[in-house]
């Protein structure tokens, strides 16, 4: 080979060079600002709320993922893995000095679920959003609104009129889901220089959670913060889907998720080191709201404060302010190049800020406030840009209504009696090949010896979930329900359950259902035919000259395999009710 021939091959090799080093130079997503001069805040700590381990679909142990988040800084970590909330949560632990707080994400037929503190449930948490959401707040959890917009359906929450306590304003799963091919190549470039900015690169404003939570947070508490989401892998399918281990690669890594942001949660008083105690005041700490998120990839450490005063009385970000009177609102953040602050309230922009500090004031008013500050940087990514920091709201008003009020239940006007005094002869069963379901008379557990219920005795076949069910099953009669608006019955159960109450077209055998809770108390339940959803496929709304039939449905939706039992039914009543 001449001189001149190795030379060129030598020059033409240097300008590839080069103009590789050029174009990743190009691509690279901006480098997070370092703040200087900040002060280490012992109450305030760093962690991360949505996180996936190999317990489900996420590709790190527990240790792991302790680990990842020791060397991102973080100082606790809340698991998530998906479940039904029937295992017992693991009690919290310190592993590798990291707070590690067991949780769990339920798949509803309309979203997932986040639930905190939950104990372990009496039966399968699943089904319809609004039992879900029921049954953690009875279990005493506390309920997060997983990526709510997800760009993939099945995972979008549908039901916004539902009482749940929290929001992921941002997911970030969610967030990479909606990222096209090229963006997902420009990260794969650029994730070995500038790994947490890399994460972020793909973030944007989701405008649709921020709107919904401003809404709701007009009638009741709801707390916000951003979830991980982090499994720790993403895989060519659709929507960059994590699912299949094989065909998955594991990125972004655990630490560099928890290095691209992280939420913050102030406490009352420092960590003590027992993981129990302190578990549950960072719990309660998120719970009350005094919780932030900031996007450490474009800005860190990060620093935020938020309080209101009117008179005597103080609240901070979270918080009431019950007071009709006038207000100050105040807030500040660490200070950047460039740094902005918006306060909304009622979700408006009211107030706005260049010099890291926001003061406002509020006037007299009998009406509920909501008051929360976004701080934006520049350069921050997305259309429109991802906010560097989110903080939750002061509520201020005379009067804070925290729940929508139950509605009334009407009294009945009319009603046809379809079982009464254990008359079994009304009923019969159906079930699957393997599971087995029996009838009998029995002393009602609510007649203290002066009177017979229906017991059913159901057994689901044990192994794999495979659409085994039993159910209690009357006929209507002629003319169906038309003439009726609801089922009012009497019930108890030997263990707490979940049963599908349904109704079905004989013709299509399309069915429709309302799930309610049975368990050793008896109850009165009413289930009214408009509040049932289509079960599969079917028709709304039901056709109820159509039907002819009631059905107690006992499945896997929300009973485990091989579980036996009883319940019993009595006073059965078709009803109508007295128009609202
Ligand atoms: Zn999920
Ligand atoms: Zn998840």
């Known amino acids: 080979m001449s001189r001149t021939r190795t030379a060129r091959i030598i020059v033409t090799l240097l300008l590839g060079c080069a103009a590789v080093v050029l174009l990743v130079w190009a691509i690279l997503p901006q480098r997070a600002l370092v703040v200087s001069g900040l002060a280490p805040d012992p109450l305030t700590v760093r962690g991360s709320?949505?996180?996936?381990t190999l317990r489900s679909d996420g590709t790190g142990t527990v240790d792991d993922v302790a680990a990842a988040a020791r060397r991102a800084g973080l100082q606790f970590v809340v698991l998530t893995d998906h479940g039904d909330g029937t295992r017992d949560p693991d009690p919290p632990a310190y592993r590798s000095g990291v707070l590690v707080i067991d949780a769990v994400e339920i798949s509803t037929v309309g979203g997932h679920y986040v639930a905190l503190g939950l104990a372990r449930a009496p039966y399968r948490l699943a089904g319809e959003p609004r039992d879900v959401v029921e049954d953690v707040a009875r279990l005493g959890g506390f309920g997060i609104v997983a990526h709510p917009d997800s760009p993939k359906v099945d995972l979008r929450w549908r039901d916004w009129t539902l009482p749940f306590d929290g929001i992921e304003w941002l997911n970030a799963d969610s967030e990479w889901r909606n990222e096209g091919s090229l963006g997902v190549a420009r990260?794969?470039?650029?994730?070995?220089?500038?790994?947490?900015?890399?994460?972020?690169?793909g973030f944007d404003r989701p405008d649709t959670p921020f709107a919904e939570w401003d809404t709701v947070s007009q009638y009741r508490r709801v707390i916000g913060l951003a979830g991980h989401d982090a499994h720790a892998r993403i895989g060519p399918r659709g929507n960059w889907e994590p699912a299949d281990r094989d065909l998955s690669v594991q990125l972004p890594g655990y630490e560099v998720a928890f290095r691209a942001f992280a939420v913050r949660v102030s406490l009352e008083a420092p960590l003590t080191g027992d993981a129990g105690r302190d578990a549950a005041a960072l719990l309660a700490s998120i719970t009350?709201?005094?919780?932030?998120?900031?996007?450490?990839?474009?800005?860190?450490?990060?620093?935020?404060?938020?309080?209101?005063?009117?008179?005597?009385?103080?609240?901070?970000?979270?918080?009431?302010?019950?007071?009709?009177?006038?207000a100050i609102l105040e807030a500040d953040v660490a200070r950047v190049p460039g740094v902005s602050l918006v306060l909304r309230r009622n979700g408006r922009v009211v107030a706005a800020s260049d010099s890291g500090r926001v003061r406002f004031e509020h006037a007299a008013s009998r009406a509920t406030a909501v008051y929360r500050v976004e701080a934006k940087l520049p350069g921050a990514p997305g259309t429109p840009p991802v906010p560097w920091i989110v903080g939750n709201p002061i509520f201020i008003g005379p009067s804070l209504p925290r729940l929508r009020p139950k509605p009334r239940v009407s009294p009945a006007v009319d009603a046809e009696v379809l079982c009464e005094g254990g008359d079994v002869a009304r009923w019969r069963v159906e079930r699957d090949a393997a599971s087995s379901g029996r009838i009998a008379a029995q002393e009602a557990p609510w007649a203290m010896g002066h009177g017979e219920a229906v017991a059913f005795e159901y057994a689901l076949r044990p192994g794999d979930r495979a659409g085994q069910y039993a159910a209690l099953v009357t006929p209507v009669g002629q003319g169906g329900l038309s003439a009726w608006t609801r089922l009012s019955f009497k019930a108890a159960a030997d263990a707490p359950m979940r049963v599908?109450?349904?109704?079905?077209?004989?013709?299509?055998?399309?069915?429709?259902?309302?799930?309610?809770?049975?368990?050793?108390?008896?109850?009165d339940l009413l289930v009214t035919f408009a509040d049932m959803a289509a079960v599969d496929e079917a028709p709304v709304p039901i056709p109820l000259g159509d039907i002819d039939s009631v059905l107690f449905v006992v499945d896997t939706t929300n009973t485990p395999t091989g579980r036996r039992g009883t319940l019993w039914i009595d006073d059965v009543r078709l009803e109508r009710a007295a128009a609202p």
Do not use: M
């Open 500 to 523: 599908s109450v349904q109704v079905r077209n004989p013709r299509s055998g399309a069915r429709w259902q309302r799930s309610v809770v049975i368990d050793p108390r008896p109850q």
């Open 288 to 326: 009350a709201g005094h919780v932030y998120t900031a996007i450490d990839a474009l800005a860190s450490p990060a620093s935020f404060s938020f309080r209101a005063h009117s008179g005597t009385r103080r609240a901070s970000a979270g918080d009431d302010l019950p007071v009709a009177d006038s």
């Open 187 to 201: 990260a794969l470039v650029t994730y070995w220089w500038r790994s947490p900015e890399t994460v972020t690169a």
């Open 49 to 52: 709320v949505h996180v996936h």
